[in-house]
């Protein structure tokens, strides 16, 4: 495919989500709104807990600020692939689709393009207005380091949204993934208390999973202002996952869309 083409379809389906968004500010405004309560209950939180917890050497508010924030921001972009192949087969267009000369993997990618965009303006608003509104410390941030943290980790959730699109075609159950990921081991992840604080096998366990070395990393750019000698060992192990996980869940994905057209499940959902 050709870039320019690929940018046309990009700049198309942007405008399409960015015309919707602003047809409902109400619902714009509600996320603020529900933004500033989860920051000032966080907050208040902390002052709570009180100063002496510290969890990895941090201060709880900034701690938990950036890990409710990027984790929140890398499930809801995983979300957005499932959401994407439900809509269509809701709508009954998903077959429509497959048969355009734009791949079907590119098709699911670009649509789930705006919701990444959209997530992380959310994202840089919700870290923003906590560091700046609740004076929380950010002496030197290494930005360098977050953002390469930013785009291996959006390569990870990348790959495990195509999976959960994959289990969708698959079983009508990519819901599933997205749920054990939302409400079933967010807790081994660190996102509102360190990991060393959980038993030896969850920690184990928790090492397994992406999303820990995420919030980690980006913890340590963004809050302590760690070298990239640092972050090596947590580059490193995300590295790994991207490389295995996304030509995975691209494999995983296509085979199932083979599979669905062939006995004419596309559209069940």
């Not at 267009?93 to 990444?116: D, R």
């Not at 930013?150 to 993934?177: D, E, H, P, R, W």
Request: aromatic fraction near 12%; charged fraction near 10%.
């Amino acid at each position: 495919m050709r870039l320019a083409g690929l940018l046309d379809k990009i700049f198309v389906i942007l405008r399409r989500d960015l015309l919707t968004a602003i047809r409902y500010r109400t619902g714009f405004m509600v996320t603020v709104a529900g933004t500033a309560a989860e920051l000032a209950a966080f907050y208040y939180l902390s002052r709570a807990i009180g100063p002496s917890f510290r969890p990895d050497g941090m201060d709880y508010f900034p701690f938990v600020l950036v890990g409710t924030g990027f984790y929140t921001f890398l499930v809801m972009g995983i979300n957005a692939f499932l959401l994407v192949v439900q809509e269509a087969q809701q709508t009954g267009t998903l077959e429509i689709l497959v048969t355009t000369p734009t791949p079907a993997p590119v098709l699911v990618l670009l649509s789930a393009f705006s919701a990444f965009a959209g997530n992380t303006v959310q994202l840089v608003f919700y870290l923003g207005a906590g560091l700046l509104l609740f004076g929380a410390p950010l002496p030197n941030p290494n930005i360098i380091g977050c953002m390469l943290v930013f785009m291996l980790s959006l390569l990870t959730a990348v790959a495990l949204g195509i999976l959960a699109a994959a289990l969708q075609l698959a079983i009508q159950k990519g819901s599933a993934l997205v749920w054990l990921l939302g409400s079933g081991v967010w807790f081994m992840t660190g996102t509102l208390f360190p990991v060393a604080t959980l038993p030896p096998a969850l920690r184990v366990v928790s090492q397994l999973i992406p999303l820990t070395h995420s919030l980690d990393a980006m913890r340590m750019a963004l809050l302590e202002g760690a070298s990239f000698a640092a972050l090596g060992r947590e580059i490193m192990i995300l590295s790994i996952f991207s490389l295995i996980l996304l030509p995975f869940s691209l494999l995983v994905f296509s085979h199932t869309l083979r599979r669905a057209r062939l006995h004419g499940t596309l559209s069940f959902y």
